[in-house]
């Protein structure tokens, strides 16, 4: 599976951006997605994930109630909505993907197999 994230930008702080994610695979709806962040100098962390359809979607408590993640199946696609964005959310966002056939979403980074590029955020205060 190749995944390519894209989106990312300068962003004033309150303000929004979506991020958009694009698989390859042809049985995209079997896989979970996440959405995973990494600041400079921080590690890599959970942001959201999203399960086949869409019904469950874990975040993270810092991003809860301002991120919205989403999937089109029949685009192979995933993406971010990101609102009320704040300068701590600036770092370089990453899709990852794991094929699944269990209910539970997992939110560790080192469950996911396969990642895509990363796209940078910045919000300036």
């Known amino acids: 599976v190749q995944l390519q994230a894209f989106g990312g930008g300068l962003v004033q702080a309150g303000g929004s951006l979506r991020l958009s994610c694009a698989a390859s695979?042809?049985?995209?709806?079997?896989?979970?997605v996440g959405w995973f962040r990494q600041a400079p100098g921080k590690e890599r962390e959970f942001v959201a994930a999203?399960?086949?359809?869409?019904?469950?979607?874990p975040y993270a408590d810092s991003v809860k109630g301002r991120f919205t993640i989403s999937r089109d199946n029949a685009k192979n696609t995933v993406y971010l909505q990101m609102s009320s964005l704040k300068p701590e959310d600036t770092a370089v966002y990453y899709c990852?993907?794991?094929?699944?056939?269990?209910?539970?979403?997992?939110?560790?980074?080192?469950?996911?197999?396969?990642w895509g590029q990363g796209t940078l955020l910045t919000v300036a205060s």
């Open positions: 695979a042809r049985t995209f709806s079997l896989y979970h």
């Open positions: 999203i399960g086949w359809s869409g019904s469950r979607t």
């Open positions: 990852a993907a794991r094929r699944s056939s269990n209910v539970v979403i997992t939110t560790t980074t080192s469950s996911y197999h396969y």
